[in-house]
DNA sequence: AACACCTACGGCAACGATTGCGTATTTATT
DNA sequence: AATAAATACGCAATCGTTGCCGTAGGTGTT
C-alpha cells in the first residue's frame, strides 16, 4: 500500500531523533551543518515530504481555500476558477473547487465538508435555488473567512466582488432599444439571486429612461438557472405565446443565453428576424453561433483573482477584520 | 476566528472521558442508551461533526480522490468530471479537481500535491506536454491507487478508460471521404499523446482504406494542444499555403476544433466551401456553430464513471490488485 | 578552579479521533 | 457466599509534525 516516508523514517535510519530531524529540514540554527547535510541528503534521497495532514491537523489551517459554483462548464465560472488558481498558487494555497448544479442541497453538503475538511476560506456564489443563508451564515459567524463574488448576499458581512449587472443590464436593454426594438422580453435565473435582481433592475431602467411601459408579462424566471432544457424552453413559448409577442429578448445568463440560442434552433425561431436577443455570457466562442448573440461580457478572471486577494487578505489578518469591501467591475458589451 | 467543536468540547461539558464520547456517537454496545442519549443531543446541539484531518492522519486516507485533467473549460473533460462525482459522491468520496493547462510543470506539481494531501486515489488523464511518466511511475509503484482515462500511458500498468479512438478517427475521416473529399489533412495535439497516435491510426486506416496516399505534409502537430491560438492559426496556415492544399480536415480534440473553427471565421475560410471539417468534440451548442462541425462525441460522462468505479475498487480493495483492465467505449459521429 | 554559558541534540506533549486494554461496579450463577 | 460474567466507562497509544524544556559535554571567563 502507498506509505509516504515520515520524519520517524528518516531517524530511525539515521540514528536520530524525529525533533532533529525535524530541526534540520527546517533549517533551525540549533542544529549543525554536518548533521543538516546528513539529514538534508538522505531526505532528498528517498524524497520526503512533510505531511500536510498533520501538519494542518497541528496548525490548524490547510493553506487551501475552498471555490463554491454552479458548474465549471461554464464560461464564467471556468474563468473565474482561472482567475482564482492564478493568485491561490502564487501565495501558496490550493484550490478545492465544488460545484452546486444550481442546488441547494448540494451547496449545503459541499459548503460543510470544505469547512470541516480545514480549508481556510471560502470563495462562494451562490447557487440558483439557494435563497436561504443559513448554513454560510453560521460558518461565517464562526469566525470562516468567505468572499463571495457574482452571486451574492445581504445577509453576510464580508467582502463581495461583482459585476455592475445592472449597468450591464441597461446597456444591453439599451442596444436592443436602440436598434428599433419595443417590446423586449427579458430571461432570467432565478428570482432571488442578486444577479437576477440587479439585472432586472437595469432592464426596467433601460425600459423607463426610453418609455417604454415594464410588463410583468415580459419576464420570465429559471428557478433552476437554466439546469434544465425544458425550463427554457416552456419559458420561450410562454414568451412566443404572448398575444402581445415579444420582438426582442435580453437574457441574463451565460447558460441560460446559449440555451435560449437552442430553443430557437429547436423551434425554429430565426433571430434576428422573429426575434432579437442579446445576454449576459463569457463564452469565447460565441462568434461562431448562429443564431449569433450580443452579449455582455464580465471580467470573470479578473473577479477571481480579486475575490482570492480579499480572502487571502482576511485569511492572513493577524486580527478580526470588520472593513469590508464590495467591488463592482465593469461588463462589456460586445455587439454582433 | 474559525474553531470547530471537537470531543474534547463535549467531554469536559458533559464530564465524560473523550472515548465514551467517540463511542456514543459511533453507536458501540459498550455505552448505556441513557447516556448515547445526553451524548447525542448535545452533540447535535453544537453541531459537533468529526474533524476529517485528525480521521485522515490516523486511519491515513482521505476518502477523497484526485483528479487530473488539462482544463475544465472543455467539454469532454466537464463532462467527464461531472460523471466522476456522481459515483464518487454515492460512495462518501469527495473530489479534488486540478487543471495543468496543458503544462508538463503543472501536472507535476499538482500530482505531488495530491499525493502528500493523501488522495486515495487519483484520476488522470495526461497534459499534451507530459511525455515522461517518472513523477507517476514513482507514486504508482509505491501503491498510490491510480487509473488514466483519456490521454492514457503505457508505462504504468493499472486501469484505463479510452474511447475507441482509432475507431472514431476511421469515422470521421471516412465521412470526408464518402462526402468526396480527397485530400484530408490532419490537426491535432501534441504527437506522443496517446489520443493523437491512436487518432492518427485511425485516420491513416480511413486513407488506406479508400486508396489515398497518406502525405505527411497534411499532419499538423499543436503541442500544446491548443492552448494557444497562435499555434492553432499557425498549423491552418500551414495546411492552407501547401501547393496541393487540402479540401478537408479532421481535427483530433476538442479545444482544438473549436479553435480551428475561430481560425476559418478569423482568416474567413468559408466551410465546406473552401475546406470541410470533422472533428473530435463533446461541445453541446456544436448545432449553433457557423461554420457548422460534424463530431464525433466521446461518451464522457459515462468514461469519468467508469474511471472512477474502477480506482474505488483498487482503492477498496484489501489485497494488492494485479489484475488490470483497459476499458474501450465507442464513440458516435454526429453529421452536421 | 569554579562558574556561567554555549552547542547540539533528545524527550515529551499537543493537535483530534479511534481503539485495545484495564477496571470498578453491578448482576448473575452455582 | 464465593465466583464468574457482564456493564459502563477511563487510560493511553497512535497517526506525523512542531515547540517547549531539559541536558550532557564542551568552551570561555575571572
Request: charged share 25%.
Given at each position: 500500500?502507498?506509505v509516504p516516508s515520515t520524519l520517524k523514517d528518516i531517524a530511525?535510519?539515521?540514528?536520530?531523533?524525529?525533533?532533529?530531524?525535524?530541526?534540520?529540514?527546517?533549517?533551525?540554527?540549533?542544529?549543525?551543518?554536518?548533521?543538516?547535510?546528513?539529514?538534508?541528503?538522505?531526505?532528498?534521497?528517498?524524497?520526503?515530504?512533510?505531511?500536510?495532514?498533520?501538519?494542518?491537523?497541528?496548525?490548524?489551517?490547510?493553506?487551501?481555500?475552498?471555490?463554491?459554483?454552479?458548474?465549471?462548464?461554464?464560461?464564467?465560472?471556468?474563468?473565474?476558477?482561472?482567475?482564482?488558481?492564478?493568485?491561490?498558487?502564487?501565495?501558496?494555497?490550493?484550490?478545492?473547487?465544488?460545484?452546486?448544479?444550481?442546488?441547494?442541497?448540494?451547496?449545503?453538503?459541499?459548503?460543510?465538508?470544505?469547512?470541516?475538511?480545514?480549508?481556510?476560506?471560502?470563495?462562494?456564489?451562490?447557487?440558483?435555488?439557494?435563497?436561504?443563508?443559513?448554513?454560510?451564515?453560521?460558518?461565517?459567524?464562526?469566525?470562516?473567512?468567505?468572499?463571495?463574488?457574482?452571486?451574492?448576499?445581504?445577509?453576510?458581512?464580508?467582502?463581495?466582488?461583482?459585476?455592475?449587472?445592472?449597468?450591464?443590464?441597461?446597456?444591453?436593454?439599451?442596444?436592443?432599444?436602440?436598434?428599433?426594438?419595443?417590446?423586449?422580453?427579458?430571461?432570467?435565473?432565478?428570482?432571488?439571486?442578486?444577479?437576477?435582481?440587479?439585472?432586472?433592475?437595469?432592464?426596467?431602467?433601460?425600459?423607463?429612461?426610453?418609455?417604454?411601459?415594464?410588463?410583468?408579462?415580459?419576464?420570465?424566471?429559471?428557478?433552476?438557472?437554466?439546469?434544465?432544457?425544458?425550463?427554457?424552453?416552456?419559458?420561450?413559448?410562454?414568451?412566443?405565446?404572448?398575444?402581445?409577442?415579444?420582438?426582442?429578448?435580453?437574457?441574463?445568463?451565460?447558460?441560460?443565453?446559449?440555451?435560449?440560442?437552442?430553443?430557437?434552433?429547436?423551434?425554429?425561431?430565426?433571430?434576428?428576424?422573429?426575434?432579437?436577443?442579446?445576454?449576459?455570457?463569457?463564452?469565447?466562442?460565441?462568434?461562431?453561433?448562429?443564431?449569433?448573440?450580443?452579449?455582455?461580457?464580465?471580467?470573470?478572471?479578473?473577479?477571481?483573482?480579486?475575490?482570492?486577494?480579499?480572502?487571502?487578505?482576511?485569511?492572513?489578518?493577524?486580527?478580526?477584520?470588520?472593513?469590508?469591501?464590495?467591488?463592482?467591475?465593469?461588463?462589456?458589451?460586445?455587439?454582433?
Amino acid at each position: 500500500m502507498f506509505v509516504p516516508s515520515t520524519l520517524k523514517d528518516i531517524a530511525s535510519a539515521l540514528g536520530y531523533s524525529t525533533s532533529t530531524i525535524s530541526r534540520a529540514l527546517r533549517d533551525t540554527y540549533e542544529i549543525s551543518p554536518e548533521t543538516k547535510k546528513i539529514i538534508r541528503e538522505y531526505a532528498q534521497k528517498i524524497n520526503y515530504r512533510p505531511n500536510p495532514i498533520a501538519l494542518s491537523l497541528k496548525e490548524r489551517r490547510s493553506k487551501s481555500i475552498g471555490v463554491v459554483v454552479a458548474e465549471v462548464a461554464n464560461h464564467y465560472f471556468s474563468q473565474a476558477i482561472n482567475g482564482i488558481e492564478s493568485i491561490a498558487y502564487d501565495r501558496g494555497y490550493h484550490v478545492i473547487i465544488t460545484q452546486t448544479h444550481e442546488s441547494y442541497e448540494r451547496e449545503k453538503i459541499n459548503i460543510q465538508h470544505l469547512a470541516s475538511r480545514s480549508v481556510d476560506g471560502l470563495l462562494v456564489s451562490l447557487s440558483a435555488e439557494t435563497s436561504d443563508t443559513a448554513h454560510l451564515q453560521d460558518l461565517h459567524q464562526k469566525g470562516l473567512p468567505m468572499v463571495f463574488f457574482d452571486r451574492i448576499t445581504e445577509d453576510i458581512v464580508t467582502h463581495k466582488v461583482i459585476a455592475n449587472n445592472e449597468k450591464g443590464a441597461f446597456e444591453a436593454t439599451e442596444h436592443l432599444i436602440h436598434q428599433g426594438y419595443r417590446r423586449i422580453a427579458h430571461l432570467t435565473s432565478s428570482a432571488h439571486l442578486s444577479i437576477s435582481i440587479e439585472r432586472l433592475d437595469g432592464y426596467k431602467k433601460a425600459l423607463a429612461k426610453h418609455d417604454i411601459p415594464f410588463e410583468q408579462d415580459y419576464v420570465k424566471y429559471c428557478p433552476h438557472g437554466g439546469m434544465f432544457y425544458q425550463e427554457t424552453e416552456n419559458a420561450v413559448k410562454e414568451l412566443m405565446n404572448l398575444k402581445e409577442k415579444p420582438d426582442a429578448i435580453f437574457v441574463a445568463g451565460d447558460r441560460l443565453s446559449i440555451d435560449c440560442l437552442m430553443v430557437f434552433k429547436n423551434l425554429n425561431i430565426k433571430t434576428p428576424q422573429d426575434i432579437a436577443i442579446t445576454g449576459f455570457s463569457n463564452s469565447d466562442v460565441l462568434d461562431l453561433m448562429n443564431p449569433s448573440l450580443t452579449s455582455i461580457r464580465q471580467p470573470a478572471f479578473e473577479m477571481g483573482q480579486i475575490a482570492t486577494q480579499m480572502l487571502l487578505k482576511v485569511i492572513e489578518s493577524k486580527y478580526p477584520v470588520y472593513d469590508f469591501e464590495k467591488k463592482v467591475l465593469d461588463t462589456s458589451l460586445y455587439v454582433r
